[in-house]
């Protein structure tokens, strides 16, 4: 009989938020793939889980992705950890999701921490429909996801890195208009968590005015939200 894959998501900044099923997982399994395996030893420490760790990133996925399918075939548990949050959301983990489930083995994906659900929740935009873009290409398709975000009717969000962030937020003014609504969250359940609400060009004003530090999430009006308020 095949082993299971079990997807566990990580906390992204407070250690609390891992579940208690994603610990005892963690416990039960095999072993567990990492993306970075010093980041996770830290939190397999934390949580007093002695297990091998095996690397599993961007870099390796393609070829150890045989090996890991013919080891859970042959009834190994194996548990995927990215860095932070839930593994395949702008992290590795597709991959190997793909084939485990087209070789019949069985995934059990756990519910737990990811950073773009506090984000969209504390940017108050409706959150009924959402799309979720990621990060954006930085240099061959930008421009033409640009002009698509322009015509995306749903509040969508994306991932960027603090370095990025004024250019993306001042990109997104020239193709969305100046002065659409969005949110910046930075350093989600951390201790200098910050959740900024305004226009566009607001929170580029107001993220030019200080160093920015940690990690980003930006969540923006859809169009259609935007055109219904100006109709208004
Ligand atoms: N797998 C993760 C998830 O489920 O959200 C995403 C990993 S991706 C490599 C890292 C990006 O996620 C960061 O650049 C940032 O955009 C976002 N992110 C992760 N942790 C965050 C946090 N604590 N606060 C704000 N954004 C965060």
Redesign the pocket.
């Given at each position: 009989m095949s082993g299971q894959l079990y997807i566990v998501?990580t906390p992204?900044?407070n250690l609390e938020d891992i579940t208690l099923r994603a610990i005892n997982v963690l416990k039960s399994v095999d072993f567990i793939l990492a993306e970075d395996t010093r980041t996770s030893l830290f939190l397999l420490k934390h949580l007093g889980i002695e297990k091998q760790l095996k690397s599993y990133h961007q870099h390796n996925e393609h070829k150890i992705l045989e090996e890991i399918v013919s080891m859970l075939n042959s009834g190994k548990n194996i548990a995927l950890i990215?860095?932070?949050?839930?593994?395949g959301?702008?992290?590795p983990g597709f991959l190997l999701l793909r084939e485990a489930l087209a070789q019949g083995v069985s995934v059990v994906s756990l519910p737990g921490?990811?950073?773009?659900v506090p984000?969209l929740l504390n940017s108050g935009l409706p959150c009924n429909e959402f799309s979720f873009y990621g990060f954006l290409p930085q240099k061959k398709g930008r421009q033409t996801k640009l002009k698509h975000l322009a015509s995306e009717e749903k509040t969508f969000v994306l991932?960027?890195?603090p370095f990025r962030l004024i250019k993306l937020l001042n990109e997104l003014s020239e193709h969305l208009g100046s002065g659409r609504k969005a949110s910046v969250?930075?350093?989600?359940?951390?201790l200098f968590e910050e959740n900024k609400r305004g226009t566009l060009q607001e929170l580029a004003a107001y993220f030019s005015s200080k160093p920015i530090k940690?990690?980003?999430?930006v969540v923006v009006q859809g169009n259609k939200n935007a055109e219904t308020e100006a109709d208004d």
């Open positions: 998501p992204i900044g990215s860095d932070a949050g839930t593994p959301i702008s992290d921490p990811t950073a773009f984000a991932y960027e890195s969250s930075r350093e989600l359940t951390k940690g990690e980003i999430v």
